[in-house]
């Protein structure tokens, strides 16, 4: 049955994931739609941040000591998901007229002292990227790789371009002051704006010129000498820029992001299903011989009325380890009061996933929706309060609990506030580095103000509604006095088994895990959403099953308090998600490098959020993991007939 389900939902996932690039690409919400500029019309170019996909700290653009900054500037309304990535948008003197190329423009000569020299180097020796924009698409780097045809090449992009270079061998840093901007467009085709253009792709080249003449540089000159900066001394540095118009009729607007989401081979993605489907066959292999071999003839004998294990005189706790527990296996869990709140907010975290997957799929999440991601994931979990109390309520309820507020206050409190005060401790680190990954004061308050009027009530609705349902009936009575446990083996103890439960699910999404990570701390983009709602299939699948068979062997082996058990078995593959964050962070990331930008802060940053992400992870798997268990128990002490 479960191979059969699983054929199902992989052939309707396929079918999604072939779509996902029409449908995303067609479909976009008002307030992104294409914008025309008529030939001359001024084109804004704002400007953001700086990165690094190294350091994970990122910085507001205009907070740099050694930049030209406007005498006003114009910040537009950010959501709370561009807030919480670090955007810091914000208006620039760069003109730009569409249509008009410029060879050479003079921004502005600003003159560094001997501090602002040195943060500059730092800032270069880090490998840091400047994110401009233009149009909503930001500035990009141009990387070309092996096209499909044999002998052909391909263009991509690359988010940002960098603020300098380094060369290891003379350890000199060298700042980026002359940048050359390849803007492409598409021409409005037919009615009455045909005149009009549609911007379709923005290209940034910088180069390094020392040049203190306050004019124009040489640009024709290749051998030109290069600004030297890091350097403890004040210098004069002149900012230019060069704009070119191109336009580019193989480049539609609705397909303008294809270039920037096809930086990765999608041959790898299809490795790693492929990699997931192995595991999941064989392991759904495993299962189907429990439940189809071992269980029915447990059963079979159990119920046998002439002549059934005890008719025999056979040794019980060795031939019928599991059904020896009917009289315990459903004893209320210890500390049950926190595994309920705890559990109905793991439902809430799923089905945020859930949602926020399902909204990418249709196209809601275009990356032209700046933070769209972490906005719609914000709001769908608020939403989602009603749904943890309903849960919570419910199985507090079953295990005899009678506060039902008290339950519900505890649901709505118990994983918020763990957060908050998490991200509160090291906001404070962020802040004291002025990094732009801080929050302000002001998205604080508003998170708290939507948390009390939004997830709060419906929580506490949630649970009300939840406790004033009758309990599950559980198949079996509990016995008063509780079954001793016998000492377990090495396997099933609490370590060595959640290593080993965790371990499956792990080698399903690892290769995805990649790209994921990737995504996160080095701001790439990933809008790989059909691979990713084709291994979330599989992985619950994985975890689903992985946990059926540990509590069946706990069960066999006369371990009844599984409750707790089977949470830890579906949610212990995070542990191996932060291994290998701390893995990606020492190969892919020099977080810890000495200098001004490096250092304990961007360190600290990454193991937080690795660990943050590493139990969203955990409490969403945990949850399919514990109602997996759960159903499955209820199930086979159903099927048996104890007098």
Not at 7 to 14: D, N
Not at 51 to 68: G, N, R
Not at 197 to 225: H, K, M, Q, T, Y
Not at 490 to 517: D, Q
Request: net charge positive.
């Amino acid at each position: 049955m479960s191979r059969r389900w699983f054929t199902i939902a992989a052939a309707l996932c396929a079918c999604a994931l072939t779509t996902t690039t029409n449908v995303a690409s067609a479909f976009y919400i008002p307030s992104i739609g294409p914008r025309t500029f008529s030939p001359g019309e001024r084109v804004p170019l704002n400007v953001n941040r700086v990165f690094s996909e190294h350091v994970p700290l990122p910085f507001a653009y205009y907070d740099l000591p050694f930049v030209c900054k406007p005498d006003k500037v114009h910040r537009p309304w950010l959501n709370i998901g561009e807030v919480l990535r670090g955007d810091r948008i914000a208006s620039s003197d760069y003109e730009l007229l569409m249509d008009v190329n410029s060879t050479c423009k003079v921004l502005c000569t600003t003159q560094l002292p001997a501090s602002a020299n040195k943060e500059a180097g730092n800032f270069a020796a880090q490998d840091y990227l400047v994110e401009w924009i233009v149009d909503k698409l930001p500035g990009a780097s141009v990387r070309y790789r092996h096209g499909a045809d044999p002998g052909t090449r391909e263009k991509t992009y690359e988010t940002g371009f960098r603020i300098g270079d380094y060369d290891k061998t003379n350890g000199r840093a060298f700042l980026n002051n002359h940048v050359s901007m390849d803007i492409l467009y598409e021409r409005n085709r037919g009615g009455a704006g045909s005149r009009g253009r549609r911007i379709v792709g923005f290209e940034v080249r910088p180069r390094s010129i020392a040049n203190a003449s306050g004019g124009c540089p040489n640009l024709d000159d290749p051998e030109a000498p290069r600004l030297v900066v890091g350097e403890d001394k004040p210098i004069s540095v002149t900012y230019s820029y060069s704009v070119n118009w191109i336009e580019d009729p193989a480049v539609r607007w609705s397909y303008r992001w294809d270039r920037y989401l096809s930086a990765t081979n999608p041959q790898v993605h299809w490795y790693a299903i492929l990699n997931s489907a192995i595991i999941i066959l064989l392991l759904s292999g495993v299962v189907a011989i429990i439940l189809m071999r071992m269980l029915n003839r447990d059963i079979a004998m159990f119920n046998d009325d002439e002549e059934g294990v005890f008719g025999r005189g056979e040794d019980i706790e060795e031939t019928s380890g599991w059904k020896l527990l009917h009289g315990d296996v459903f004893r209320a869990p210890t500390a049950g009061g926190l595994l309920a709140p705890l559990l109905g907010t793991t439902v809430q975290v799923m089905y945020t996933f859930i949602a926020t997957i399902a909204l990418g799929i249709l196209g809601v999440l275009s990356p032209s929706y700046r933070g769209g991601l972490l906005t719609t994931g914000i709001v769908v979990f608020l939403l989602m309060g009603g749904a943890a109390g309903y849960y919570s309520g419910h199985l507090y309820k079953t295990w005899g609990g009678g506060n039902w507020f008290k339950n519900a206050a505890m649901t709505a409190t118990l994983v918020p506030v763990a957060l908050l005060a998490v991200e509160l401790v090291l906001n404070m680190f962020l802040w004291y580095r002025a990094s732009s990954a801080a929050m302000p004061l002001s998205t604080i308050v508003l998170l708290f103000v939507l948390w009390l009027l939004v997830e709060l009530p419906l929580t506490l609705l949630g649970g009300w509604v939840g406790f004033r349902r009758p309990p599950y009936s559980e198949p079996v009575r509990t016995n008063t006095i509780p079954r001793p446990i016998p000492p377990q083996p090495t396997f099933l103890r609490p370590v060595p088994s959640v290593l080993l439960a965790g371990s499956l699910p792990f080698a399903v999404i690892f290769i995805e895990l990649f790209f994921v990570l990737k995504s996160i701390w080095q701001d790439a983009f990933y809008y790989e959403y059909g691979f990713t709602i084709i291994v979330g299939l599989i992985l619950s699948l994985t975890v689903c099953e992985t946990t059926v068979i540990m509590v069946w062997l706990s069960l066999n082996s006369g371990q009844h308090k599984w409750w707790w058990r089977a949470f830890a078995y579906g949610a212990s593959s995070s542990v191996y998600i932060f291994a290998y964050s701390m893995v990606f962070y020492f190969t892919r990331l020099r977080a810890g490098m000495p200098g001004v930008v490096g250092g304990f802060v961007p360190t600290l940053s990454f193991f937080v959020h690795s660990l943050l992400i590493s139990a969203a992870y955990a409490l969403c798997t945990g949850s399919m993991g514990f109602f997996a268990a759960y159903f499955f128990v209820r199930r086979i002490y159903r099927m048996v007939k104890l007098s």
